[in-house]
């Protein structure tokens, strides 16, 4: 049998299946939305597709009617819709046949040493700029310059960003560059400057909300009242999550109309609908009991059992960012804790978030911070 | 002669016992194309990987036991060698990126591309993707995970992620946000009960069901460390019964050896002896963390409660040091000597 590393074996397969491969990226696409998960499925295609980055949209869209770009940087929290943007706005720009020789994108996946990036944007930016075939300029601009995209740009290291000053500056003529990133703090001052910034929001409910609506009803899914809230509840504003727990409560809930419905045998997306309890479910969201246990325990008169309920929960597996996040939403709401011991608990929170962060002991951190706690409680 | 743990470990999503509904979800989930990128994680010896290699089989078939190791070389920017180890099947690989430390984002960025730019060997696989497994994903640098990004979107047709963790606090919001987090609870006390009585009739040993419940416990729901510690009374003795005494593991020993000196006798010398304990534990691999933990746990019902937020705090304080931090022997001693402080304080105000 061939292995795995078996790159002959693997070119044969590769040129055998050469039609679906390498060739015409869009066929591809299509070919094999049956099988992507739907986030890829539901990547926005154009501008006009993304959702809740209205400011973004028509500034671009403004862009890509004059046809000129400055150097942009995109910030903001994962699955806003970043990445999204540029290669949407990429292809409205140049269109399909174009992209390739136009843009180049650089991600936290290619070896990004200042020489090789130097290297890299250098070969790119003198490569000839070829001519868009007759007749194509007419549906996409194809400016003049071609794009670079640096996308995850907050995992360069600063020496890295610095050699970008002059390379940006040596091909502003030919080429424009897009910086990505999640933390707008990471970029160099000198790089950010020269870049028109672009914040993007974590997306509101309404337009998350519509959204998700829109691909369930595309994949015939039911939702239950509330499931949508709580798909955003959840997801904290990262429509990629949301999208992604929307797709596995639908498989699930399928399954199990399909185990229960019997002789079906064929893949139906069933009528059983997405409840808030399998979302809540498949997010890892803590049940409230466990919680209340916790919090009664922490109290004065309940001592002693403190440990062996953080005990049970490690063991669950709960994460520790999960129990944070709960515990502290059911502290600073409980209104028979007086306001001085909140301010107490809350600097606690803080050290502990800090301790998970940079990778110490979950169990050893979550139990001194419900020990804490409890001392707080207790007025010690 | 294969272990226990390994001999009973169970094959497919049909054969494992607790967790029904999570073996639900993963079936379902496995049986639809669209499988997505995991984030499997959970305490040790809770069964993530049992249930990952299971669910790999509910993708493609028996074809995924048929494994070899490949030993591979990469190259980092500085021409180091690097010796790198892979379990692969036509389907999938498995690899732990920790083992190169440091460098994992060099293996990360080559090997996925690679994998990733490649098709199914088997045009008659069940899936179009390939799917690469990734033990302690927790121990991947900030680097490796970011190398993992665009990655896990960019191939998707090709690829998929599965990492497995002990806890996703170190695992960064954007990969986080790429996967769907698939939590494995440990077996509670009943389950291991009747996978012990199980596996006593599979391997026609008497079944003992007080020994079992105190395995149970003493086990504190670590599946792997009870079926070990089931598999060591029952070598180590003719007669099995109740009250047979449970093997500890030697490391053990020697912490609630400690625990116990550094709580009766807090001078100088003291912290000399039990510096050297320390070192043993740290030349045979224990790891640091686990050492610093353990002692915790050991030292608690030895002193009084008025005593133990302290012991906690500052076991979880020097914790995060050790992890911050280049030398752990450091910190394991800075925190004897705040239990023998507490110790003494507590001891001295009651004499007066
Ligand atoms: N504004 C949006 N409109 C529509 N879909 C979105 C939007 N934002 C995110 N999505 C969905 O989430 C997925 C991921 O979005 P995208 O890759 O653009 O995120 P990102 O901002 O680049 O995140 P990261 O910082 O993690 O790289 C998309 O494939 C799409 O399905
Ligand atoms: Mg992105």
């Known amino acids: 049998m061939a292995s795995f590393f078996d790159i002959k074996a693997r070119k044969a397969a590769a040129a055998a299946a050469n039609g679906a491969s390498s060739g015409n990226a869009e066929k591809t696409a299509t070919e094999s939305t049956k099988v992507q998960p739907w986030v890829e499925k539901y990547r926005p295609k154009t501008l006009s597709d993304v959702t809740a980055q209205d400011h973004t949209v028509t500034v671009l869209q403004r862009t890509l009617q004059a046809s000129n770009l400055p150097h942009m940087l995109f910030y903001g929290p994962p699955g806003t819709g970043k990445t999204s943007t540029i290669l949407a706005l990429a292809k409205e720009l140049y269109g399909p046949e174009l992209m390739k020789s136009r843009v180049l994108e650089l991600n936290a996946s290619d070896e990004r040493g200042i020489s090789i990036v130097r290297e890299k944007v250098k070969d790119f930016a003198r490569m000839q700029l070829t001519n868009p075939p007759p007749g194509y300029k007419s549906r996409f601009p194809c400016p003049p310059f071609k794009i670079i995209i640096l996308d995850e740009a907050d995992s360069m290291t600063q020496d890295a960003q610095s050699a970008l000053r002059r390379t940006m500056e040596t091909y502003s003529k030919i080429t424009r560059f897009c910086l990505i990133c999640n933390y707008v703090t990471r970029i160099i001052d000198p790089l950010a400057s020269r870049c028109s910034k672009f914040r993007f929001k974590s997306l509101d409910e309404g337009n998350a909300k519509k959204r998700l609506e829109d691909i369930a009803s595309l994949e015939g899914v039911t939702l239950e009242d509330g499931a949508v809230d709580a798909l955003i509840r959840c997801s904290e504003g990262d429509l990629r999550k949301a999208i992604t727990y929307l797709q596995s409560a639908a498989r699930l809930v399928g399954a199990a109309a399909q185990t229960g419905g019997g002789d079906a045998d064929e893949m139906e997306v069933d009528n059983a609908a997405v409840t808030v309890k399998v979302v809540e479910d498949i997010a890892g969201v803590i049940p409230e009991a466990t919680i209340q246990r916790l919090l009664k325990a922490m109290k004065p008169g309940g001592s002693g059992t403190v440990s062996s309920v953080v005990e049970d929960m490690v063991a669950d597996g709960w994460s520790a960012a999960q129990t944070m996040t709960q515990l502290y939403q059911a502290v600073v709401y409980d209104e028979t804790l007086p306001d001085i011991q909140k301010n107490k608990i809350v600097t606690v929170f803080s050290e502990v978030d800090k301790w998970l962060v940079d990778g110490a002991d979950e169990n050893l951190a979550i139990l001194d911070l419900a020990a804490k706690i409890s001392g707080i409680m207790a007025g010690r | ?352």
């Open chain 2, 1 to 352: 002669m294969a272990l226990l743990v390994d001999k009973l470990r169970p094959r497919s999503l049909e054969e494992l016992t607790y967790h029904e509904e999570l073996s639900k979800r993963l079936r379902s989930l496995a049986q639809c194309g669209d499988f997505p990128h995991l984030l499997v994680y959970g305490p040790s010896g809770a069964g993530k990987k049992t249930r990952v290699v299971a669910t790999l089989k509910e993708l493609f078939g028996p074809g995924v036991e048929k494994i070899k190791i490949d030993a591979r070389v990469f190259m980092t920017s500085s021409n180091r060698k690097l010796e790198f180890n892979i379990v692969a099947s036509v389907y999938h690989m498995e690899i732990t990126p920790s083992d190169v430390g440091n460098y994992d984002r060099v293996v990360i960025q080559d090997l996925l591309k690679e994998v990733a730019q490649t098709q199914q060997v088997d045009q008659a696989a069940r899936q179009k993707f390939k799917v690469v497994v990734i033990n302690e994903a927790e121990n991947l640098t900030r680097d490796a995970q970011a190398a993992l990004r665009r990655t896990m979107e960019k191939y998707s047709p090709n690829l998929r992620l599965i990492l497995l963790a002990n806890s996703t606090s170190n695992i960064i919001a954007p990969i986080r946000s790429r996967t769907l987090l698939i939590r494995v609870a440990a077996p509670t006390h009943d389950d291991i009960r009747s996978i012990l009585a199980a596996a006593a009739k599979k391997e026609d040993w008497p079944l003992v069901e007080g020994l079992n419940k105190r395995i149970a416990e003493e086990s504190g729901r670590n599946l792997r460390k009870a079926l070990l510690m089931f598999e060591a009374v029952h070598a180590q003795n003719e007669k099995v019964t109740d009250t047979t005494p449970i093997p500890v593991p030697d490391w053990e020993v020697l912490v609630g050896q400690i625990a116990k000196e550094i709580t009766e006798d807090r001078t100088p010398a003291r912290v000399m002896q039990v510096r050297a304990k320390f070192y043993d534990l740290l030349t045979h691999c224990i790891p640091a963390s686990t050492i610093i933990k353990t002692l915790c746990f050991k030292v608690m019902p030895l002193v009084d409660d008025s005593l133990k937020p302290g012991v906690i705090h500052y076991a979880a304080m020097y914790e995060h040091r050790i992890k911050t931090g280049t030398k752990a022997i450091f910190h394991l001693e800075a925190y004897v000597l705040k239990i023998m402080k507490m110790v003494e304080e507590y001891l001295m105000s009651m004499d007066m």
